[in-house]
């Protein structure tokens, strides 16, 4: 069992940075995928970035990638999202997501355990 919590969001201006963490209890952090996905008002849930076990490979999403870096610290069961260059179409609630998958799946339902998000507002 794992139980994630998500921290970091807030109003943020277009072009501006925000760093969002997502600690994890339990002592089998280091055998999951980690990943973030993001949720808009009335759109779908969508992958933003991955991560391995180990964190030797991070996937992103083309929407997100140069701009976003997901990383991942075992020691301290968390796993972090750099978000720079902010845009307001990267408004969403944001959620973190642990899975005994393949890194980088983009599928939520490859992912076994959730947050319950943290929201992100970048005003233009």
């Known amino acids: 069992q794992v139980q994630l919590v998500e921290s970091g969001g807030g109003l943020v201006q277009a072009g501006g940075s925000l760093r969002l963490s997502c600690a994890a209890s339990?002592?089998?952090?280091?055998?999951?995928?980690m990943a973030w996905f993001r949720q808009a008002p009335g759109k779908e849930r969508e992958f933003v970035a991955g991560?391995?076990?180990?964190?030797?490979?991070?996937y992103y999403a083309d929407s997100v990638k140069g701009r976003f870096t997901i990383s991942r610290d075992n020691a301290k069961n968390t796993v972090y999202l750099q978000m720079n260059s902010l845009k307001p179409e990267d408004t969403a609630v944001y959620y973190c997501?642990?899975?005994?998958?393949?890194?980088?799946?983009?599928?939520?339902?490859?992912?076994?355990?959730w947050g319950q998000g943290t929201q992100v507002t970048v005003s233009s």
């Open positions: 339990g002592r089998t952090f280091g055998m999951y995928a």
């Open positions: 991560v391995s076990w180990s964190g030797g490979s991070t």
């Open positions: 997501a642990a899975g005994r998958t393949i890194a980088g799946g983009t599928q939520s339902y490859l992912y076994d355990y």
